[in-house]
């Protein structure tokens, strides 16, 4: 059972229980769980409880809704009312949020089962889910390999089976990255589409809550369900969410294609390979195809590292032992909470807190975090040039297929799984990472589709059209 539109529907019309679909999952989750190691907490009675319901509501004659009996794995940086939300830290131990976050309660009012939290790097913090502090995530098509990350539970569940679906959040590739290392779509949302309310901050002006799924039908169907204005987020659109499940076969005469050419710079030749068979593919297809520049992506990535870690060292100042989870002990208030930062935080939460800190200080703002924003301004204008004359934009979304666990152990080489993914967080825009094919050692590899903001609809057509002439998973 793979499509989660599908399961609906079948749980929608009685042809399927909500209750035998959920133990179908949950024994994949039983007979693989250990070795992944996808999720940090599944909540299985609440799950087989709530099942229970969606049954009720059909046999009364109701309709549960689209989601109706859909098990969905929430990143454990999402509010759960009454269910531990760790964010894989130490430093939120025991700490139970007193609210649903606005996407789960909107999967919950859908019908969706609720299956549990999944693993990531620490506060999403890392491309690899290796800086969880609960232990790595395993990629489901190589144990030895990495997820990717900061995600990578919820893109190692989809891909192992456990869940058709599951939300991740994307502040600099966490939803794509991932996506496209376990063979599965990912989608990072304009900014604003969905509501961050319940979401834990990273970097506010860039994080997103996305979906990953099976195929890029259930993730247009899940971020209908998730997106649209929430008045609880003051950065949510005002706006209704627009369908995107109507477009998704129009295939793409006509469509206006740009290769990005500097985000095939520095890529694994197994990657471009593919990236341009989607460009051959989409050509075929009746789009046409270009090489397009957006010089200032080159910049991106630096960018991003000074002022993500300036809003997270920000963000971050609220886990002083008093408000959330642990406390160490201190003889006064500054000892305790020097002791519980010191003790709670993994060491790349402390390392961004620090880059952030000293990115922010008095001499220093306008040589760093000041020229930092330039550069997303000049990226904002260098995509609105790109996009005078395309439709949307085509690049690899990792520069290489999953990698092996401490692989990428200092910091600028993981830093740069992030090359391709950045860019549409520094500016707002919606990406997708969809399937094509595999790389070397026979592993997913993934390529994104970049849209002006709220273009969502035609990023999905693109998406769907490349999805549909991805070579057969065995043949590749
Ligand atoms: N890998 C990036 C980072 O470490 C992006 C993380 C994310 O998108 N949450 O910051």
């Known amino acids: 059972m793979n499509s989660a539109k599908d399961l609906a529907a079948d749980i929608r019309r009685s042809r399927q229980s909500a209750t035998a679909a959920l133990n179908e999952y949950l024994q994949v989750i039983d007979a693989s769980e250990d070795d992944v190691h996808a999720f940090n907490l599944v909540d299985r009675e609440v799950a087989i409880e709530t099942a229970g319901k969606i049954d009720e509501i059909v046999d009364s004659g109701r309709d549960p809704g689209p989601l109706a009996g859909v098990p969905v794995a929430l990143k454990d940086n999402l509010c759960t009312r009454g269910l531990a939300t760790t964010c894989s830290s130490k430093i939120l131990e025991g700490w139970e949020p007193p609210y649903d976050a606005t996407v789960v309660q909107r999967l919950r009012a859908a019908g969706a089962v609720i299956v549990g939290k999944t693993n990531l790097d620490e506060f999403a913090m890392g491309s690899s889910t290796e800086h969880s502090a609960f232990g790595p995530t395993r990629n489901p098509h190589d144990l030895t390999r990495v997820p990717g990350g900061s995600s990578g539970g919820s893109a190692a569940a989809v891909a192992a089976g456990f869940t058709p679906i599951a939300l991740g959040s994307d502040t600099g590739g966490s939803i794509r990255q991932p996506a496209a290392l376990c063979g599965v779509v990912g989608v990072k949302p304009t900014y604003g589409l969905v509501s961050r309310y319940g979401l834990v901050a990273f970097a506010s002006s860039f994080d997103q809550i996305g979906p990953l799924a099976n195929n890029v039908a259930d993730a247009a169907l899940v971020l209908e369900t998730i997106g649209g204005h929430d008045p609880l987020d003051s950065t949510s659109i005002p706006s209704p969410m627009p369908s995107l499940s109507d477009n998704l076969d129009r295939g793409v005469e006509g469509m206006r294609v740009g290769l990005v050419s500097e985000l095939l710079e520095g890529i694994d030749e197994d990657v471009v390979t593919r990236v341009h068979e989607v460009a051959d593919a989409l050509t075929t297809g009746g789009a046409i195809v270009e090489s397009v520049s957006v010089p200032a992506v080159e910049y991106g990535l630096t960018a991003y590292y000074l002022i993500a870690p300036a809003e997270a060292s920000s963000n971050l100042a609220r886990y002083d032992g008093v408000r959330y989870g642990m406390r160490a002990e201190g003889s006064d208030v500054a000892a305790m909470n020097a002791a519980t930062r010191r003790s709670g935080f993994g060491d790349e939460v402390v390392a961004r807190i620090m880059l952030g800190t000293f990115a922010l200080s008095a001499g220093y703002y306008d040589a760093y975090y000041g020229k930092a924003q330039k550069v997303r301004t000049l990226t904002r204008r260098d995509f609105d040039v790109a996009y005078a004359n395309h439709d949307v934009l085509l690049s690899p979304t ?42 070397n050692h026979g592993l997913p590899v993934g390529v994104q589709i970049m849209a002006p903001q709220l273009e969502e609809a035609r990023m999905f057509q693109a998406a769907s059209f490349i999805e549909s002439q991805a070579p057969p998973r065995s043949a590749s």
């Open 398 to 439: 990792s520069p290489s297929v999953a990698f092996k666990f401490g692989e990428r152990s200092d910091p600028m080489t993981m830093y740069r799984c992030d090359t391709c993914t950045i860019p549409s967080n520094l500016v707002g825009d919606p990406a997708i990472s969809v399937p094509f094919g595999t790389g």
